[in-house]
């Protein structure tokens, strides 16, 4: 029981809810006691992908928070919340409302590598403790503007006779409804009438506030907005299709079925290849030391025996050295 489960977490439930789900079923199925993390947070009033690491793959859920995401999100238009979503209260209004042509105008200035202030309600920390707590007393909090950037950004391809465009985001999967209502926008819009809200879909880099880009764009298109709708698509290399609901996984875990469900510990190294080692060359890299006579180009490797993942390495001259063991 070493590796990855992909829950699709609902909303109003967060983060560490959803890993005491995943201890429960683990209980209920008689399975060894193991360490459980989640691969990076998502709020309660957000849904989607969220990678569970099990046993020694919890070693790599730090690795997620580096990743790129894909989220799909609903920029409702004439109300900036103080929280930038929905769970807000009212700080601005406008009346004014943007047309499709020109929400489609305005996205290449936020596609690409670009400058945002991160919300005030954030887990980042000033002077030591968490923006939202400093903004749920009443303070207000200044955050320093942060560099991440927008790998794609467009209109989420809308149902009916819309205008289905195709994703931009290389390996991208559309939405899997399960349990969860799709966004509001279901029906074509028109490119010259007036829109209260645009849904979108945005891939981008570690670090990005999906709200702060919401405001950002309202306010460049001459009014206000806050995110009403937010889904994580896409986390590193795990997508919606692999995800499963919290009522599956109670299912299988009374069945004591989980590892029927589980993706391997490598399942979290996108794009890094498995190499397979020696017994000797196995011996040295779980006692610390390097593994030599390697065979392959320089670079990352799962180094494997057999089946079982033996350490994470970095490969140059034909020698190995460990960057994380594994004890499976």
């Known amino acids: 029981m070493h590796g990855w489960l992909i829950l699709d977490k609902p909303l109003g439930l967060g983060s560490t809810q959803a890993v005491s789900a995943v201890k429960r079923a683990l209980r209920a199925g008689g399975y060894p006691k193991l360490k459980v993390g989640h691969g990076g947070t998502l709020d309660p009033l957000a849904s989607g992908v969220l990678p569970v690491a099990l046993g020694e793959a919890t070693k790599l859920?730090?690795?997620?928070?580096?990743?790129?995401?894909?989220?799909?999100?609903?920029?409702?238009?004439?109300?900036?919340?103080d929280t930038l979503d929905a769970e807000g209260q009212g700080v601005a209004t406008s009346d004014a409302r943007p047309t499709l042509g020109e929400v489609?105008?305005?996205?290449?200035?936020?596609?690409?590598?670009?400058?945002?202030?991160?919300?005030?309600?954030?887990?980042?920390?000033?002077?030591?403790?968490?923006?939202?707590?400093?903004?749920?007393?009443?303070?207000t909090v200044d955050l320093a503007t942060r560099a991440v950037t927008i790998h794609a950004l467009q209109i989420l391809?809308?149902?009916?006779?819309?205008?289905?465009?195709?994703?931009?985001?290389?390996?991208?999967?559309p939405r899997s409804t399960g349990d969860t209502p799709p966004p509001p926008t279901a029906v074509p819009l028109p490119l010259q009438g007036r829109i209260d809200e645009i849904t979108l879909t945005a891939h981008v880099s570690k670090g990005t506030y999906i709200r702060s880009l919401a405001r950002d764009i309202a306010r460049a298109l001459g009014t206000v907005g806050?995110?009403?709708?937010?889904?994580?698509?896409?986390?590193?290399?795990f997508a919606l299709d692999q995800a499963i609901s919290l009522d599956k996984l109670a299912e299988f875990g009374q069945a004591a079925r989980l590892q029927e469900l589980l993706l391997p510990l490598g399942a979290g190294l996108?794009?890094?290849?498995?190499?397979?080692?020696?017994?000797?060359?196995?011996g040295a890299l779980r006692q610390g030391r390097k593994a030599i006579g390697l065979a392959a180009?320089?670079?990352?490797?799962?180094?494997?025996?057999?089946?079982?993942?033996?350490?994470?390495?970095?490969?140059?001259?034909?020698?190995?050295?460990?960057?994380?063991?594994?004890?499976?």
Do not use: C, W
């Open 104 to 139: 489609e105008a305005v996205l290449p200035r936020f596609t690409g590598a670009i400058e945002q202030v991160p919300p005030a309600y954030s887990a980042l920390k000033v002077d030591g403790e968490r923006a939202y707590d400093r903004a749920r007393a009443g303070e």
């Open 226 to 237: 806050h995110v009403s709708f937010l889904r994580r698509a896409q986390a590193g290399p």
């Open 61 to 81: 859920a730090g690795r997620l928070l580096d990743s790129d995401k894909v989220y799909e999100f609903t920029i409702a238009f004439g109300v900036e919340t």
């Open 270 to 282: 996108d794009g890094i290849p498995a190499l397979s080692l020696t017994p000797d060359q196995a």
């Open 297 to 328: 180009a320089d670079g990352q490797y799962l180094a494997t025996l057999g089946n079982a993942p033996v350490a994470l390495i970095e490969l140059a001259g034909g020698t190995g050295r460990v960057l994380r063991g594994f004890n499976p």
């Open 157 to 173: 391809p809308v149902d009916g006779e819309g205008d289905h465009r195709e994703a931009m985001v290389e390996g991208y999967r």
